[in-house]
């Protein structure tokens, strides 16, 4: 250690640590650590000292015999004597100074009163700003009798003028609801009307064309019948024809052979003549008779030759009658099948056409099963109601249920007007509920503090307690009680148990109307949740219903309506009947039951209306 080093050893103590930033270099002086550190080195330097006296007269005695390297131990020497005596004088100085640890802490806490003290002040500023408000307030309140009253009229005016109002409201929501229902209910006439008319106009679709292909049959069988008896007649007649020309052709053969017979009876006459006339010589008789059998086979001759050209003409006549015969038969053939061929196509079409309502019967069959399901007649009607139409029962259901809607719709409407009632009134109801307990509680921490200020002294304490009250509480008692006591008196007993006696007496008036209001209140939420369950079971039986009518409206030729109530109720139909939705009110209603009694009781108080069990619309 230098000597330069000591000197600024020993001018550390001199500095006088006051401020809070000295505090870590002196406790790293003064801590006992450092100390005990400072005293072992201290008693370790002592033996060495005592220890290098003797080894420097050892050495010295040596040294002698080494003169060369005495300079070099003397300087060794004189450093080591300066290094010791300058730490020995650094820990004698130190050694006295006392511990600034306690005193830096406490000025350090000092500093932190002092920054409080300033936190304090300004919170007191705001402190009494505040006491100045409730002194305001509290001042306020003294006149409560008549403020009351005229609350009270106030409450009445503003409860006429709720009522007024809640009572337009309704009547408007209720002249509007029932404008709209009024609407939908026309439109669902309609609609029911246009499915009623489809319905029968496919019916009588179906009919006219079944009618229509029994006539075709019936057509179709009669030219059928009627081609083949043409054709059976022209077949006979063909027959007949052929063998008229049968018999012509054989008459006319045998014509010819009596022809050729003739021919040849003539040529043998002629050669007969021939002999005549060489035997000239004859008789007359013989010539006669000759002369008379020529001349009768001549005329025989003749008559035979006519009735060749007859039976000739009659062959041309039968070829010519057949060969037309033939044309004609062939062109009615032709013409027959071209209309068979037409009646073909039609019965095709119609065949196609019944394969396209081939559901005919199944669809009457599910009308019938719908009819008897939902239109089953009652046990006093009889088989009368049995026997009536479909479309007479559909009226009547559509007449039953437009009654039953319209007083649903009636003690709907009332409800909603109670509804909104019982909330404007719970509203109001909460309202006062929560004024009244902020004014409450402001009126028992202003009671607390009189009652702490009229407690009775201690033995031995001063008697001028009143010098402690605050100001703005001494001018609130001067504005309630008049001018301000003698400072050696306490303040009336009268006069604190008349001011109990007020607050006890609207305490317990608030009190009694905040219990009015929390029946109320509880009444308003059974009637909600009523209201809720039969709005719920309305909404399930307009599924239903929307349900059947599109049942009805499932078969082909049916329109559907694109209204906003048919569609409201389709979004509703297709959310019921989705499973995802089915299994989160599931999940939700199984969550819910799987509460805790606080947690659900919290549930009920958070919500206003607390949603019913879903298995409802499940």
């Given at each position: 250690m230098?000597?330069?080093?000591g000197?600024?050893?020993?001018q550390?103590p001199?500095?006088?640590p006051?401020?809070s930033?000295?505090?870590?270099q002196?406790?790293?002086?003064?801590?006992?650590e450092?100390k005990r550190e400072?005293?072992a080195t201290?008693?370790?330097l002592?033996?060495?000292?005592?220890?290098?006296?003797?080894s420097?007269?050892?050495?010295?005695?040596?040294?002698?015999e080494f003169?060369?390297?005495?300079?070099?131990?003397?300087a060794?020497?004189?450093?080591s004597?300066?290094?010791?005596?300058?730490f020995?004088?650094v820990?004698?100085?130190?050694?006295?100074v006392p511990?600034?640890?306690?005193?830096?802490?406490?000025?350090?806490?000092?500093q932190?009163?002092?920054?409080?003290?300033?936190?304090i002040e300004t919170?007191?500023q705001k402190?009494?700003?505040?006491?100045?408000?409730?002194?305001?307030?509290f001042?306020?309140?003294?006149?409560?009798?008549?403020?009351i009253?005229?609350?009270k009229?106030?409450?009445?005016?503003y409860e006429?003028?709720?009522?007024?109002?809640?009572e337009?409201?309704a009547?408007e929501?209720?002249?509007?609801?029932?404008n709209?229902f009024?609407?939908k209910?026309?439109?669902?006439?309609?609609?029911?009307m246009?499915?009623?008319s489809?319905l029968?106009?496919?019916?009588?679709?179906?009919?006219?064309?079944?009618?229509a292909l029994?006539?075709t049959?019936t057509?179709l069988f009669d030219l059928?019948?009627?081609?083949?008896?043409?054709?059976t007649a022209?077949?006979?007649?063909i027959?007949?024809?052929?063998?008229?020309?049968?018999?012509a052709?054989?008459?006319?053969e045998v014509?010819q052979r009596?022809?050729?017979?003739?021919?040849?009876?003539?040529?043998?006459?002629?050669?007969?003549l021939?002999l005549?006339?060489q035997?000239?010589?004859?008789?007359?008789?013989?010539?006669?008779?000759e002369?008379?059998?020529?001349?009768?086979?001549?005329?025989?001759?003749?008559?035979?030759?006519?009735?060749?050209?007859?039976?000739?003409?009659?062959?041309?006549?039968l070829q010519?009658?057949?060969?037309?015969?033939?044309?004609?038969?062939?062109?009615?053939?032709?013409?027959?099948?071209?209309q068979l061929s037409?009646?073909?196509s039609?019965?095709?079409?119609?065949e196609?056409k019944?394969?396209?309502?081939?559901?005919?019967?199944?669809?009457?069959?599910?009308?019938?099963?719908?009819?008897?399901?939902?239109?089953?007649?009652?046990?006093?009607a009889?088989?009368?109601?049995?026997?009536?139409?479909l479309?007479?029962?559909?009226l009547e259901?559509?007449?039953s249920?437009?009654s039953e809607?319209?007083?649903?719709?009636?003690?709907?409407?009332?409800?909603?007007?109670?509804c909104a009632?019982?909330?404007?009134?719970v509203?109001?109801?909460?309202?006062?509920?929560?004024e009244?307990?902020?004014?409450?509680?402001?009126?028992?921490q202003d009671l607390s503090i009189?009652q702490?200020?009229q407690r009775p002294?201690?033995?031995g304490?001063a008697?001028h307690r009143?010098?402690?009250?605050?100001?703005?509480i001494?001018?609130a008692?001067?504005?309630f009680?008049g001018?301000?006591?003698?400072a050696?008196?306490a303040?009336p007993?009268g006069?604190?148990?008349?001011l109990l006696?007020?607050?006890?007496?609207?305490r317990?008036?608030?009190?009694?109307?905040?219990?009015?209001l929390?029946?109320?209140n509880?009444?308003?939420?059974h009637t909600?949740?009523?209201?809720?369950?039969?709005?719920?079971?309305?909404?399930?039986?307009?599924i239903?219903?929307?349900?059947?009518?599109?049942?009805?409206?499932?078969?082909?030729?049916r329109?559907s309506?694109n209204?906003?109530?048919?569609l409201?109720?389709?979004?509703?139909?297709?959310?019921?009947?989705d499973?995802?939705?089915?299994?989160?009110?599931?999940e939700?209603?199984?969550?819910y039951?799987?509460?805790?009694?606080?947690d659900?009781?919290?549930?009920s108080?958070?919500?206003?209306?607390?949603?019913?069990p879903l298995?409802?619309?499940a």
């Amino acid at each position: 250690m230098s000597a330069g080093s000591g000197k600024g050893a020993r001018q550390t103590p001199v500095e006088s640590p006051t401020a809070s930033s000295k505090l870590p270099q002196a406790h790293w002086l003064c801590s006992p650590e450092i100390k005990r550190e400072l005293d072992a080195t201290a008693t370790v330097l002592a033996n060495r000292q005592d220890e290098s006296e003797q080894s420097r007269k050892r050495l010295i005695e040596q040294s002698r015999e080494f003169k060369k390297n005495t300079p070099e131990i003397d300087a060794l020497s004189k450093r080591s004597k300066e290094a010791e005596a300058a730490f020995l004088n650094v820990y004698k100085r130190l050694i006295d100074v006392p511990d600034p640890v306690p005193a830096l802490d406490l000025g350090q806490q000092l500093q932190l009163k002092v920054q409080r003290l300033h936190d304090i002040e300004t919170e007191n500023q705001k402190l009494r700003e505040t006491l100045e408000e409730y002194n305001k307030e509290f001042a306020e309140v003294m006149n409560q009798e008549v403020t009351i009253k005229a609350l009270k009229e106030k409450i009445r005016e503003y409860e006429q003028t709720l009522k007024n109002q809640a009572e337009t409201i309704a009547l408007e929501k209720e002249q509007k609801l029932q404008n709209d229902f009024a609407e939908k209910e026309r439109k669902l006439q309609e609609t029911q009307m246009s499915t009623t008319s489809k319905l029968e106009e496919a019916e009588h679709k179906v009919q006219s064309l079944q009618t229509a292909l029994e006539k075709t049959r019936t057509e179709l069988f009669d030219l059928k019948t009627k081609y083949d008896e043409e054709t059976t007649a022209k077949a006979d007649e063909i027959e007949m024809i052929m063998t008229d020309l049968e018999r012509a052709n054989q008459r006319a053969e045998v014509a010819q052979r009596e022809a050729e017979t003739l021919r040849e009876q003539l040529s043998s006459a002629n050669h007969s003549l021939q002999l005549a006339s060489q035997i000239q010589k004859a008789p007359d008789v013989e010539q006669a008779i000759e002369v008379l059998t020529r001349s009768s086979l001549e005329v025989e001759l003749a008559a035979k030759e006519r009735e060749i050209a007859q039976l000739v003409e009659d062959v041309q006549r039968l070829q010519a009658g057949l060969t037309k015969l033939r044309e004609n038969s062939a062109s009615q053939i032709s013409q027959l099948e071209q209309q068979l061929s037409s009646k073909n196509s039609t019965l095709k079409q119609l065949e196609e056409k019944l394969k396209g309502q081939a559901d005919y019967e199944e669809v009457k069959k599910e009308l019938n099963i719908l009819k008897s399901m939902e239109f089953a007649p009652s046990e006093g009607a009889g088989t009368q109601d049995a026997a009536k139409p479909l479309e007479v029962l559909l009226l009547e259901k559509n007449r039953s249920l437009q009654s039953e809607n319209a007083a649903l719709r009636i003690s709907n409407s009332d409800l909603s007007g109670r509804c909104a009632e019982l909330q404007v009134r719970v509203t109001e109801a909460v309202a006062t509920a929560t004024e009244q307990r902020e004014l409450i509680a402001r009126l028992e921490q202003d009671l607390s503090i009189i009652q702490s200020i009229q407690r009775p002294d201690a033995e031995g304490a001063a008697e001028h307690r009143l010098e402690k009250i605050p100001e703005p509480i001494k001018e609130a008692t001067a504005l309630f009680y008049g001018p301000a006591a003698p400072a050696s008196g306490a303040l009336p007993e009268g006069q604190v148990d008349s001011l109990l006696s007020i607050i006890s007496s609207q305490r317990e008036r608030f009190r009694a109307r905040n219990q009015e209001l929390e029946a109320e209140n509880r009444l308003a939420q059974h009637t909600l949740q009523a209201l809720q369950s039969e709005l719920d079971s309305l909404r399930a039986d307009n599924i239903k219903l929307f349900e059947k009518i599109k049942f009805l409206q499932s078969y082909p030729g049916r329109g559907s309506g694109n209204d906003d109530t048919e569609l409201r109720y389709s979004s509703q139909y297709e959310e019921r009947l989705d499973p995802f939705s089915s299994f989160s009110k599931r999940e939700r209603q199984r969550k819910y039951l799987s509460l805790s009694p606080w947690d659900k009781a919290t549930l009920s108080m958070v919500s206003p209306c607390p949603s019913p069990p879903l298995h409802t619309l499940a």
